[in-house]
């Protein structure tokens, strides 16, 4: 019974340990979700500057193109104007096409984190889940503890009785034994009284002889 009282209280405390150990476990998912919520909106951020400077480029683009046109118009005045206008032109386009690149790798981004935010949303189900478990255990370890408590005590009173019933067992024994001597005993002085009486018998009758012999 010792041993295994002993042997549930082990059992709740590694249920214990298990239980912080999942509770902790629960929280960090919960914070590393968060995380992963803040990353998607600094992700939001940086698509909305991109959008910002795709249509800056846009403009350049546009503008290198117009100042190319008058350029052209303006001869060789021009043409000075026109190589620095078509500079400007292919740096726009880089940034656009950087732009784009950049957006690209944004949306894989926020589609891996919706997709991390999704599987640590089950594995927190899942957590939650096993730490209402682990305190369904730990709670049926207490009860079966407590039974068995309970059940420990119930067997220390029967022992308790038993041993007081060894006792009475006992005492009854010596009396019954205190009974059979005396009983023997009171046997022995009847039969001694018995003979004592035959004698008796015996010394009257002689005595009644001899008083019938004097009267003759």
């Given at each position: 019974?010792?041993?295994?009282?002993a042997?549930?209280?082990?059992?709740?405390?590694?249920?214990?340990?298990?239980?912080?150990?999942?509770?902790?476990?629960?929280?960090d998912?919960?914070?590393?979700?968060?995380?992963?919520?803040?990353?998607?909106?600094?992700?939001?951020?940086?698509?909305?500057?991109?959008?910002?400077?795709?249509g800056?480029?846009?403009?350049?683009?546009?503008?290198?193109?117009?100042?190319?046109?008058?350029?052209?118009?303006?001869?060789?005045?021009?043409?000075?104007?026109?190589?620095?206008?078509?500079?400007?032109?292919?740096?726009?386009?880089?940034?656009?096409?950087?732009?784009?690149?950049?957006?690209?790798?944004?949306?894989?981004?926020?589609?891996?984190?919706?997709?991390?935010?999704?599987?640590?949303?089950?594995?927190?189900?899942?957590?939650?889940?096993?730490?209402?478990?682990?305190?369904?255990?730990?709670?049926?370890?207490?009860?079966?503890?407590?039974?068995?408590?309970?059940?420990?005590?119930?067997?220390d009173?029967?022992?308790?009785?038993?041993?007081?019933?060894?006792?009475?067992?006992?005492?009854?024994?010596?009396?019954?034994?205190?009974?059979?001597?005396?009983?023997h005993?009171?046997?022995r002085?009847?039969?001694?009284?018995?003979?004592?009486?035959?004698?008796?018998a015996d010394?009257?009758?002689?005595?009644?002889?001899?008083?019938?012999?004097?009267?003759?």
């Open positions: 019974m010792d041993r295994a009282d042997e549930a209280k082990q059992g709740r405390q590694k249920v214990a340990t298990t239980r912080r150990i999942t509770e902790q476990l629960a929280s998912m919960e914070s590393a979700v968060g995380i992963t919520h803040k990353l998607g909106e600094f992700s939001n951020n940086i698509g909305s500057i991109l959008d910002v400077i795709r800056i480029a846009e403009q350049t683009n546009l503008l290198a193109l117009n100042a190319a046109i008058e350029a052209a118009r303006a001869g060789d005045a021009g043409r000075g104007f026109a190589v620095v206008a078509d500079e400007v032109r292919a740096l726009a386009t880089r940034t656009q096409t950087s732009t784009e690149e950049i957006q690209h790798m944004i949306e894989n981004l926020q589609e891996s984190s919706k997709q991390v935010v999704e599987v640590m949303g089950r594995s927190q189900e899942q957590t939650r889940a096993c730490v209402e478990q682990t305190r369904e255990m730990d709670s049926a370890l207490q009860s079966i503890a407590d039974r068995m408590g309970a059940i420990k005590e119930m067997a009173q029967v022992a308790h009785a038993a041993q007081e019933q060894i006792v009475v067992s006992q005492s009854v024994a010596h009396h019954v034994t205190g009974i059979a001597e005396v009983a005993e009171t046997e002085e009847a039969r001694e009284s018995a003979n004592s009486s035959e004698v008796l010394l009257a009758a002689k005595q009644q002889q001899l008083i019938a012999h004097f009267k003759v």
